[in-house]
Structure formats: structure tokens, C-alpha cells
């Protein structure tokens, strides 16, 4: 590697919507830029978060500097407080940004132990050979910022998450002059999102939202229940304001939407009118037509206080015909089977439901085509590097940029774990570092193998085979015959004990085998048993069980 080289190593987020973290390192030197998870897909038994796999980091910890986080959302930094166990460095972040790392690193315990600094879109900092400055962005949740990075061959630019809106809700607009002034230095690198790259023309303002909430209160002859993300201070922000205009209070509802809002009142990013709010016990003391509610849910999450509505099963809330739910977001991709049982259940309660894109009750808060190609003429990148998106998206991406006069050759579609090394001239994938996914299941943090997750996969499958055999410890030689138990293999319990017989003999067998040659060491006997045993039953059933080997030694 050229000393003057910059190189780009994604770590996530790229290929997949979540869990964003790209390394940058320069000199010798690494600067994160953000740390978010990834929620589980359905296939992901019994996992709570997904996390960026970090041992590259781990491997060169001594060089890390900072974690530097664009935005407050969850797939931008809700993996700090479990990467700050093992790697902790300064984090840098806006006020908005860093309020909610702050509950999320307290509820850890990190909070005494973790530098925090605060900055603007007027920053200008040193962080090693790197000049580190910001640029401030639009989106659906307060203080976002794009990220620059400076070195000798110019800028690496994220922009992060944004939109070009022209209206928005707090007056915080994307500073386009910014980016323009950036062009005309030169930018080395364009870390662009690619979210909305399949989505043609450009991203509706978060004002044009305010319509539909207008008539839906207008209209509404009950309660209305409002679900949006809980971080989504502007939607959350335009619902107050409106429903207090057609005469209704509100209330929050779930952990999150009344730990965000009261932060975000706190700091002034949200505007609460006097006499406007109400606890969720007071609804039953107003008429319904007197009554919204801001609810967590939007994704048809089963623990969220809108899933635990639409089961009968909320300790304040109980839904009825009259009321009416309006679904204020769009399904992130793998949620969308959630989001729809959830709005059945929802509609066979009785309640009118108010979701999808036409209904103009949600906007996007990523830049669609239009505003990707404007992102590029502004900002003219050497290269680009779609990021923050599924393969399709950063391909159509790179498309745009075609369209827009950028060669192929100065286009990098990169998998997370490349490792991008950029000249003043050219550009070269050179190397491939290890990346994954590790699982957070409850307050425990897997392995990047997975392995407790795929035993999920196969007993939720296949079932389970449990085999215990009693052997002589001194020679091997068994001296009962051996158990077998199943559960979740077979339907019918004829052809299961068929198996089991033959399962037991063949089993005797190998145990025979093993006392005759004085094999005693529990580890091979385990791997015998386990290899006989799954030849047998996929060649019996074709299928796959968890088998599980118990020896005890007598």
C-alpha cells in the first residue's frame, strides 16, 4: 500500500439494508464511520439484533481512532454499545445524534466510560492524518450529517442518509451550496447512499404528509392511533401539530416513542403546545374523536405496543370499531409478512387501517434518482462507491452515475470485506478482510459463525436426535444398550420407531467396534456416533435432524 493511499473497507451495510459501518483508513490510520445493526429476518430464530462483524477492527485496534456516526437511526449506531465493549474510542455525532447514543450507552453501562463529541455542520477537527468536517443533510430524523473526510488526495465523502427537501418540517435543509464548494475542490471519493436508487424522479418533501394527517383527523369519527418510527421526530413533530388543530390531544405509546419524544422535547427538536399531551391512562377520560395516540408497531414488530393493540393485549389501549390506525412508514425490507399480519389483525378488530404509499401518510427520507444524479453533478467524485443498499440498488446506482458521465472504471460496486485502495489517478479492489454477521440474542453476543443459530435452523427443520450411550471407561466396550429420543423428526410414530430400532442396532454395532479396538476418547466416539447416525436417517428419511451424542462413562 502506497502511503498516500486511502483505502475504503466496508464492513457493512453493503448488499443488505442495515447494520452500515465503513472503515476508512489513511497513513496507517482508521476512522469508523458509523456503527449500526440490522434486524433479524424470519429465518432468524430466536436472534434480536444483528451486528457488524468486527474483527478486522479487533485485529488493528491500535490504529482506530473515532467512530464518527452520520445520524440517530438505529441501523447508523445501534451497534455502538456492544462494538464500545471491545474496541471503545471517541465517538463524534450531532446533538440530536449523540442524546440518543448517550440513553442507549447508559442503559449498557458505557456512558462513564465512552468520549463523546459533540459537532456541527460548522466542525472543522483533526482526527490523525485525517481533516474531519460535516455537511448537514435532511432526513427523517433530526442533525443529520454528511461526513468528510480530508487527506492529501482530496476528500472521502458519506453523505449518509438524506434527501433534498425544500420544505422541511425543522427548516434544516440540505446545504447544496456545501456540496457544490466541495466539488469544485475536488472529491477523491463519494460514499453515496442507495437506498432510493430504484425509486425514479425525486423524494416529496415531509410537509406534503401534513394533507393526509389534515383529513384523516378531520374525518376520523373515533380515536386515532398513529404508528411511526419512534426516531421520526418530524412525522411525530407534524401529527401534534395537526391533531391539536382539529381539537385532539395525544398520548405516547411504547418504550421508545415516549423515551425519543421526551428527549427530543428536552433538547427543542419537538414542539409540544400547551395542554396538548395526556397520559396514555387519561384516553378513557376524553371522547374518542378527542384522542390521538403516537404509537411504536410500524413494522408489525410482536412486542410493540400497535402489535400488542391489534392482539387485545395492551393494558391501556383496548381497539374497537371507530377507531382509526394509520401506518406512517414503509416496510424496510424483510418486515413487509409482519407489517401485513399485523394490519389484518387490525382490520378484523374493526378499525379502519390507513397504510401504503397512496395514501400520502408516509414520504421517503433517501434521495431518489433524480436527487442521486444531482448529488453527482454537485459534487463531481473522482470515484463512487454506492453504499447503503441491497446489491440492485447500489447497481442501479452506478447506473445513474453512468448516466450522469462517470466511467466504469471509476465506479466501484463493492461486497462488504473489500478493501478498496484509491490514487489521485486509479482505483483497485486489492485485499478482502473477514466480515459477517453476529447475533445479539437476549444480553448474549454470538459467534460470527453463527453456529447457535444454525442449530436453531436445523432443529426448527428437522427436530432433534438424541443418542446416549453408556460405555466402560476403561475400555470403551458399552455395556447398555443404547437410548435414542427424538422430537420434531418424524410425523408418523410407527415409521419413527422403525427408524429408532434400526437407529439402536446400528449403533450397537459401532459400539462394538470401537470397545474392540479400545477407543475411549469421548470427543471421536461423539463424531463416530454423529457421522453413523446422520448417513443412516438421511438415507432412511432424506432428512437432517440435530443429532446429539450423550456418553456416559461407567
Not at 288 to 305: F, H, K, N, V, Y
Not at 491 to 497: A, E, G, N, S, Y
Request: aromatic content about 4%.
Amino acid at each position: 500500500m502506497s502511503e498516500d493511499a486511502v483505502r475504503i473497507i466496508p464492513l457493512g451495510g453493503l448488499g443488505e439494508i442495515g447494520k452500515n459501518m465503513t472503515a476508512i483508513e489513511y497513513r496507517g490510520k482508521i476512522v469508523v464511520l458509523d456503527c449500526g445493526v440490522e434486524f433479524p429476518s424470519e429465518d432468524m430464530l430466536g436472534i434480536d439484533l444483528v451486528l457488524p462483524d468486527i474483527r478486522w477492527l479487533m485485529q488493528r485496534q491500535q490504529d482506530v481512532l473515532a467512530f464518527v456516526i452520520t445520524h440517530g437511526h438505529e441501523d447508523h449506531q445501534g451497534a455502538l454499545p456492544f462494538v464500545l465493549r471491545r474496541l471503545n474510542r471517541p465517538v463524534y455525532g450531532s446533538r440530536f445524534t449523540l442524546a440518543l447514543i448517550k440513553s442507549k450507552l447508559e442503559e449498557h453501562g458505557l456512558l462513564k466510560t465512552t468520549e463523546l463529541i459533540e459537532v456541527t455542520d460548522k466542525s472543522r477537527l483533526q482526527v490523525g492524518p485525517f481533516d474531519l468536517s460535516f455537511i448537514a443533510t435532511s432526513h427523517s430524523i433530526p442533525d443529520s450529517l454528511s461526513i468528510v473526510l480530508g487527506t492529501d488526495l482530496g476528500a472521502v465523502v458519506l453523505t449518509g442518509d438524506y434527501r433534498f427537501d425544500h420544505t422541511p418540517i425543522d427548516g434544516r435543509v440540505t446545504d447544496v451550496d456545501a456540496f457544490a464548494r466541495l466539488g469544485e475542490k475536488g472529491i477523491l471519493a463519494l460514499l453515496g447512499d442507495s437506498t432510493n436508487a430504484e425509486a425514479p424522479g425525486s423524494t416529496a418533501s415531509e410537509s406534503t404528509v401534513s394533507n393526509a394527517f389534515h383529513r384523516i383527523f378531520a374525518e376520523a369519527e373515533g380515536r386515532v392511533i398513529v404508528a411511526s418510527f419512534a426516531s421520526h421526530i418530524h412525522r411525530i413533530q407534524q401529527a401534534i401539530t395537526i391533531a391539536h388543530m382539529h381539537g385532539r390531544k395525544f398520548a405516547l405509546s411504547g418504550r421508545s416513542m415516549v423515551k425519543n419524544a421526551n428527549i427530543a422535547r428536552n433538547l427543542g427538536y419537538l414542539k409540544v403546545p400547551e395542554g396538548a399531551m395526556i397520559k396514555l391512562t387519561q384516553i378513557d377520560e376524553y371522547r374518542p374523536e378527542e384522542i390521538l395516540i403516537l404509537s411504536t408497531g410500524s413494522q408489525g414488530e410482536p412486542l410493540s405496543a400497535l402489535a400488542r393493540m391489534a392482539f387485545n393485549d395492551h393494558p391501556q389501549v383496548e381497539l374497537h370499531e371507530g377507531d382509526t390506525v394509520v401506518i406512517s412508514a414503509k416496510a424496510i425490507p424483510g418486515n413487509e409478512r409482519s407489517v401485513t399480519a399485523t394490519i389484518d389483525r387490525l382490520l378484523k378488530v374493526g378499525a379502519t387501517v390507513i397504510y401504503g404509499e397512496r395514501s400520502g401518510i408516509h414520504v421517503s427520507g433517501h434521495a431518489a434518482q433524480e436527487d442521486l444524479k444531482m448529488m453527482l453533478n454537485l459534487t463531481r467524485p473522482r470515484f463512487l462507491v454506492p453504499v447503503h443498499g441491497e446489491y440492485r440498488m447500489q447497481h442501479q446506482h452506478a447506473e445513474l452515475a453512468r448516466q450522469s458521465g462517470m466511467s466504469d472504471e471509476d465506479i466501484f460496486i463493492l461486497e462488504n470485506g473489500d478493501v478498496l485502495e484509491l490514487e489521485a489517478d486509479n482505483g483497485e479492489i486489492v485485499d478482502k478482510v473477514a466480515t459477517g454477521m453476529v447475533f445479539v440474542d437476549g444480553s448474549e453476543i454470538g459467534d460470527p459463525e453463527g453456529l447457535v443459530l444454525r442449530d436453531r435452523q436445523q432443529l426448527a427443520g428437522d427436530g432433534i436426535l438424541i443418542a446416549v450411550l453408556t460405555i466402560d471407561a476403561q475400555n470403551g466396550a458399552s455395556v447398555a444398550p443404547p437410548e435414542l429420543v427424538a422430537r420434531g423428526f418424524l410425523h408418523d410414530d410407527v415409521r419413527l420407531q422403525e427408524v429408532l430400532d434400526e437407529c439402536a442396532s446400528a449403533l450397537s454395532a459401532l459400539l462394538d467396534e470401537l470397545g474392540a479396538g479400545h477407543v475411549t476418547d469421548q470427543h471421536l466416539i461423539r463424531e463416530d456416533v454423529s457421522q453413523r447416525l446422520a448417513e443412516l436417517v438421511f438415507r432412511r428419511t432424506k432428512s437432517r435432524p440435530l443429532i446429539m451424542p450423550v456418553v456416559v462413562e461407567v
